[in-house]
């Protein structure tokens, strides 16, 4: 069963930094755009970050772009978001998420993880 576990989550000080991990198993995930969503209380889920299957392409929510960083390692079946200067809006709960259409310009995501609480203290 292909299975996203989320993990590096926690309480951060505004200005402060965070590295979110996401381990996948059950399947291939090496050749499928992976990517990050995240919640935040009484709002809709929304697109952070994408990366190609070759690590050579990104994609960034603007609210995001020049502080977050995605990545990821194949060889360890291990997608990345290294946050920085990290804003009280960031606070939400953080969805690793994996499907061929995450770079469309509506992005379709097949599988999800469970999600990572991160929170921003101001």
């Known amino acids: 069963q292909a299975q996203l576990v989320e993990s590096g989550g926690g309480l951060v000080q505004a200005g402060g930094s965070l590295t979110l991990s996401c381990a996948t198993s059950?399947?291939?995930?090496?050749?499928?755009?992976m990517g990050w969503f995240r919640q935040a209380p009484g709002k809709e889920r929304e697109f952070v970050a994408a990366?190609?299957?070759?690590?050579?392409?990104?994609k960034y929510a603007d609210s995001v772009k020049g502080r977050f960083t995605i990545s990821r390692d194949n060889a360890k079946n291990t997608l990345y978001l290294q946050m920085n200067s990290l804003e009280f809006e960031d606070t939400a709960v953080y969805y690793c998420?994996?499907?061929?259409?995450?770079?469309?310009?509506?992005?379709?995501?097949?599988?999800w993880g469970q999600g990572t609480q991160v929170t921003v203290s101001s």
């Open positions: 998420a994996a499907g061929a259409g995450l770079f469309s310009p509506t992005p379709r995501v097949n599988y």
């Open positions: 059950g399947r291939t995930f090496s050749l499928l755009p």
């Open positions: 990366i190609g299957w070759r690590g050579s392409t990104t």
